[in-house]
């Protein structure tokens, strides 16, 4: 009787002592696993985040209490600094305002020559950023609309500055989006005056770069990055950054939404989501 | 089994509902700008001094766990958790000799080469080549806050401790 025990015991430390092997086995596998898309481990993720979101955003009550605290003490320290820009600022906006008068009338005479069909009027909802998801590896945030408010996969999140990226993953009362930063993020657009069509890759720092150019293209510092509509996934024209940097070949774009923590973001729906829809019925998914 | 025999045993899994806690902090939009890996504290701490309370099951399933919420490559987390743990508990008697002073450069030293892996791991995931900067921040709020950690862990090992 002993003797059984001292084996089941022995047997025990044994596989206590592999254990650790055994688990940091099933790691690798797991990695090598989830580097395949796997249509059920999103569908999982995404049941799971569903869950999780509520937990999180109680959580995050306090510290946001906290971060919005911090934002208006800076804001009430910088105010005289603020008041000067903002002046600065109404004066060259009232010259753009007048040339976007000029211009606008131009469009729309031009569009009338031209049979112009314009493009499908968009609709947006405004949601609450509930968690950033990853950290530093993984450029994405948890919002609080899903599908019951409307919201679809491949709606543009924006801010009053700009794109901040697009709504990769919806849950009934949530949706993910992923950041123009993160290290999955292709966007198709033109950079400049002369529009060099190039690609902007995020490479999870808050710079992007601009890759895939044209054999001889010209890009300089300062250039306008705008959204260049190829794909379908982006409409064309939105503002994403300027170039800030070329240095061997490497562009960086700073993006004119560079708070990626913002509070609330805006998630709009060009009626461009339909080309999503397409590749995944292509692919044999459930759209 | 007793009414305070059941209390124990829920007792006993605080530590690993306290973790995941932390993984869940650190999905919140804060002005910490950076996700610091908290769970390296409670992971160091309980492999030392109380592995019966954060066992090999449950630090595979904490790290399998952040890596599903964290929409990372799954088994990343798990794999340096793990590995984490099994390392420190194979040297738990080293470790539990030391002073504080020599304890938090040891867990200085465990948490950078934690977080290398992270990313070394992370990069042959995914195929991309991520820039590391951010990781010295992370670092660097990770060994200030080590203090306080080891303080809290402390506190919740001798309350369970007691009962125990």
Same mark, same amino acid.
């Given at each position: 009787?002993?003797?059984?025990?001292?084996?089941?015991k022995?047997l025990k430390?044994?596989?206590?002592?592999?254990?650790?092997?055994?688990?940091?086995?099933?790691?690798?596998?797991f990695?090598?696993?989830?580097?395949?898309?796997?249509?059920?481990?999103?569908?999982?993720q995404?049941?799971?985040?569903?869950?999780?979101?509520?937990?999180?955003?109680?959580?995050?009550?306090p510290l946001?209490?906290?971060?919005?605290?911090?934002r208006?003490?800076?804001?009430?320290?910088?105010?005289?600094?603020?008041?000067?820009?903002?002046?600065?600022?109404?004066?060259?906006?009232?010259?753009?305002?007048?040339?976007?008068?000029?211009?606008?009338?131009?469009?729309?005479?031009?569009?009338?020559?031209?049979?112009?069909?314009?493009?499908?009027?968009?609709?947006?909802?405004?949601?609450?950023?509930?968690?950033?998801?990853?950290?530093?590896?993984?450029?994405?945030f948890?919002?609080?609309?899903?599908?019951?408010?409307?919201?679809?996969?491949?709606?543009?999140?924006?801010?009053?500055k700009?794109?901040?990226?697009?709504?990769?993953?919806?849950?009934?009362?949530?949706?993910r989006?992923?950041?123009?930063?993160?290290?999955?993020?292709r966007?198709?657009?033109?950079v400049?005056?002369?529009?060099?069509?190039?690609?902007?890759?995020?490479?999870?720092?808050?710079?992007?770069?601009?890759?895939?150019?044209?054999?001889?293209?010209v890009?300089?510092?300062?250039?306008?990055?705008l959204t260049?509509?190829?794909?379908?996934?982006?409409?064309?024209?939105l503002?994403?950054g300027?170039?800030?940097s070329?240095?061997?070949g490497?562009?960086?774009?700073?993006?004119?939404?560079?708070?990626?923590?913002?509070?609330f973001?805006?998630?709009?729906?060009?009626?461009?989501?339909?080309?999503?829809?397409?590749e995944?019925?292509?692919?044999?998914?459930?759209? | 089994?007793?009414?305070? =025999?059941? !209390?124990?045993? &829920?007792?006993?899994?605080? /530590?690993?509902? %306290?973790?995941? +806690?932390?993984?869940? $902090?650190?999905?919140t939009?804060?002005?910490?700008?950076?996700?610091?890996?908290?769970?390296?504290?409670?992971?160091?701490?309980?492999?030392?001094?109380?592995?019966?309370?954060?066992?090999?099951?449950?630090?595979?399933?904490? =790290?399998? !766990?952040?890596? &599903?919420?964290?929409r990372? /490559?799954?088994? %990343?987390?798990? +794999?340096?958790?793990? $590995?984490?743990?099994?390392?420190?508990?194979?040297?738990?008697?080293?470790?539990?000799?030391?002073?504080?002073?020599?304890?938090?450069?040891?867990?200085?030293?465990?948490?950078?080469?934690?977080?290398?892996?992270?990313?070394?791991?992370?990069?042959?995931?995914?195929?991309?080549?991520?820039?590391?900067?951010f990781?010295?921040?992370?670092?660097i709020?990770?060994?200030?806050?080590?203090?306080l950690?080891?303080?809290?862990?402390g506190?919740?090992?001798?309350?369970?401790?007691?009962?125990?």
């Amino acid at each position: 009787m002993e003797s059984r025990q001292f084996r089941l015991k022995r047997l025990k430390m044994q596989i206590r002592l592999f254990l650790p092997l055994l688990f940091l086995i099933f790691s690798l596998v797991f990695m090598g696993i989830s580097s395949f898309e796997n249509p059920y481990l999103q569908q999982f993720q995404t049941a799971l985040t569903q869950v999780v979101t509520p937990v999180v955003s109680f959580v995050s009550t306090p510290l946001r209490w906290g971060d919005k605290g911090v934002r208006e003490v800076k804001l009430f320290l910088k105010t005289y600094q603020e008041n000067q820009r903002l002046r600065a600022e109404n004066e060259s906006l009232q010259n753009w305002r007048n040339i976007a008068f000029q211009l606008g009338s131009e469009q729309q005479e031009l569009q009338r020559l031209l049979d112009y069909v314009p493009p499908k009027k968009s609709s947006s909802v405004t949601a609450r950023v509930l968690a950033d998801d990853g950290g530093h590896f993984s450029k994405s945030f948890v919002v609080s609309a899903g599908s019951e408010n409307g919201v679809s996969k491949g709606d543009v999140a924006m801010t009053s500055k700009g794109v901040l990226g697009r709504i990769v993953e919806v849950g009934p009362s949530f949706s993910r989006l992923m950041l123009l930063t993160d290290y999955l993020s292709r966007v198709p657009v033109v950079v400049g005056n002369s529009r060099v069509l190039c690609m902007l890759s995020g490479d999870n720092s808050s710079s992007p770069k601009l890759v895939s150019l044209p054999e001889g293209a010209v890009v300089q510092k300062g250039d306008v990055v705008l959204t260049s509509g190829h794909v379908g996934v982006y409409p064309s024209g939105l503002g994403i950054g300027v170039v800030s940097s070329v240095n061997n070949g490497e562009i960086s774009v700073s993006l004119f939404e560079s708070d990626f923590t913002p509070e609330f973001v805006r998630l709009v729906d060009f009626g461009l989501n339909q080309v999503l829809l397409q590749e995944e019925c292509v692919e044999g998914k459930n759209p | 089994m007793t009414f305070s =025999g059941t !209390f124990l045993h &829920l007792k006993k899994g605080i /530590p690993f509902l %306290i973790c995941l +806690f932390l993984i869940l $902090l650190a999905q919140t939009p804060s002005f910490f700008v950076t996700s610091v890996p908290f769970l390296f504290i409670p992971i160091f701490y309980f492999a030392i001094f109380r592995p019966g309370l954060l066992n090999d099951y449950a630090v595979f399933a904490l =790290g399998l !766990f952040a890596d &599903l919420i964290g929409r990372t /490559p799954i088994g %990343i987390w798990s +794999f340096v958790f793990v $590995l984490l743990f099994f390392v420190i508990r194979l040297n738990r008697l080293f470790f539990s000799g030391l002073t504080f002073d020599k304890l938090w450069l040891s867990f200085a030293f465990i948490s950078a080469i934690a977080l290398m892996l992270r990313l070394f791991l992370f990069c042959i995931g995914t195929g991309t080549l991520v820039s590391g900067d951010f990781l010295v921040i992370q670092y660097i709020i990770l060994n200030l806050l080590y203090p306080l950690g080891i303080f809290l862990c402390g506190r919740l090992d001798n309350w369970i401790e007691v009962d125990s």
